[in-house]
């Protein structure tokens, strides 16, 4: 054992795990991150979202052409539609590095690797030439958000207003849409959206559907845009309103009144990916307690060699370790079709304790670092981690996920 090596998940002493083609591919994403993330983390972060795209573009579009051209947008496609196939253990694994070199989930979710947009087009989606289109439009660099929150509704999605009336083999949509993410022009003019609207008023959650709409597409006028605490760089997010957005009836990426099921089991899925970032936090928040706190003399002594120093650093590791296991079982779980898994019950599961032990481990790394931590010119990452893993415990809200949760105990259905 190398008593020099923190213990921390290291791919290399994984290779039972990594697939040559995985090794390649998370060197091809530290050089990225090291072009072009780490260098500009500072400034895309402070301009955040439509001013970072904007004052500057040059870095912006130029890691997401690198992104795309090393292929890794949309990891997770089958390879039966022209994907190169990763299971969703596989490509947690990858996320979870990812976020540890980055220091934010914003540069994983860059990294697209395709769900849950993927999961709703091969398993939801009723028309085979819309599969395929988009699928293909996802290995190009077509990123697809999901424009689900309805300013009224919030997390009550059946409360929504937003409608979309068929007129002959068109629906029409109109509505707000809340928080809306990445809906300027994409890198290279691709990007696209899953938009939930109501078909039939009369229903709550049944009455939804879900719509494949083009970013370019005449109807969608962008409002105010959020700026927001964390995860503020990677892409804007803006009020919308969606006005006589005309979409043909095969662009329908679920039956009709299935829009909000189809998304669910999409998100379920992709929560094990989630948890796997918040893992990478949680590991990245050890590594840069251990490195100050191993570096800075204070009583003659690097901080590292008072013993107080190691119980928080022991608390973390606990919960890292704990995460990094509930996160690989639910990810296994579901790449082996097991029923639960589909439901969501594990990776919400995991999903629900790697997150705030993410959080947890930034909160606990600041404190050991001291004033540092939150100086933003200082070089320290933490204040960014925090802020960009806040998030975790904003869009799916814990409420709705205990809720989930108490119902496989109580046996009632929520
Ligand atoms: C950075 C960011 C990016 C986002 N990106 C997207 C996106 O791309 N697409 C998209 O569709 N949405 C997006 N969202 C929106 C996100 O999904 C919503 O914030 C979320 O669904 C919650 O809705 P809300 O914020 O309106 O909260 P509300 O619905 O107003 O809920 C407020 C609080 O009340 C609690 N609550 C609600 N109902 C109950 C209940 N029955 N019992 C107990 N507690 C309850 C909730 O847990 C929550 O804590 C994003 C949000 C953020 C912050």
């Known amino acids: 054992m190398d008593v020099m090596k923190p213990n921390i998940y290291d791919p290399a002493d994984h290779p039972e795990e990594w697939t040559p083609e995985m090794y390649r591919k998370l060197e091809q994403a530290r050089d990225i991150i090291e072009e072009w993330w780490l260098p500009n983390r500072r400034q895309l972060d402070r301009l955040g979202g439509v001013l970072a795209m904007t004052e500057m573009s040059d870095v912006y579009y130029g890691m997401h052409k690198s992104i795309i051209d090393a292929g890794f947008y949309g990891r997770i496609i089958p390879k039966e539609y022209g994907g190169p196939g990763w299971s969703l253990y596989q490509c947690g694994l990858m996320s979870a590095e990812v976020t540890k070199i980055a220091f934010t ?10 769900e849950p947009w993927c999961h709703i ?17 996802t290995l190009e660099g077509g990123f697809c958000t999901i424009w689900a929150t309805d300013p009224e509704s919030g997390v009550d999605m059946g409360g929504m207003r937003g409608s979309a009336v068929l007129e002959g083999d068109t629906y029409v949509l109109n509505g707000p849409k809340w928080w809306m993410a990445m809906c300027s022009p994409g890198p290279v003019g691709l990007q696209w959206h899953l938009a939930l609207m109501k078909t039939d008023t009369t229903k709550r959650t049944s009455g939804l559907s879900l719509f494949i709409v083009n970013d370019d597409a005449d109807g969608i006028i962008r409002g105010r845009e959020g700026d927001l605490t964390g995860a503020r760089w990677g892409c804007a997010r803006y009020e919308l309103l969606l006005k006589d957005l005309r979409v043909h009836k095969k662009y329908l990426a679920a039956p009709e009144g299935k829009g909000l099921y189809a998304i669910v089991e999409g998100m379920n899925k992709h929560m094990g990916n989630q948890a796997f970032q918040a893992v990478g936090v949680s590991e990245a928040a050890i590594k840069q307690a251990l490195d100050y706190t191993t570096t800075t003399i204070r009583w003659d002594h690097p901080l590292i060699e008072y013993q107080g120093v190691h119980f928080p650093i022991a608390d973390m590791w606990v919960n890292a370790e704990a995460a990094r296991a509930i996160t690989a079982k639910a990810n296994k779980l579901w790449d082996e079709g097991n029923e639960e898994a589909k ?48 998030v975790f415990q904003l869009y799916r809200t814990p409420n709705i996920d205990r809720k989930f949760l108490a119902s496989y105990l109580v046996r009632r259905r929520l």
């Open 105 to 114: 989930k914003g540069m994983d979710d860059a990294l697209a690797y395709g």
């Open 121 to 137: 087009l091969q398993h939801w989606t009723p028309d085979e030439d819309t599969k395929r289109e988009y699928f293909k439009r």
């Open 343 to 390: 439901q969501g019950k594990w990776s919400i599961l995991a999903f629900k304790f790697a997150a705030p032990a993410a959080i947890d481990a930034c909160r606990k790394a600041i404190e050991l670092m001291g004033a540092r931590a939150i100086e933003r010119e200082e070089g320290w990452p933490l204040e960014l981690m925090y802020r960009d893993a806040m």
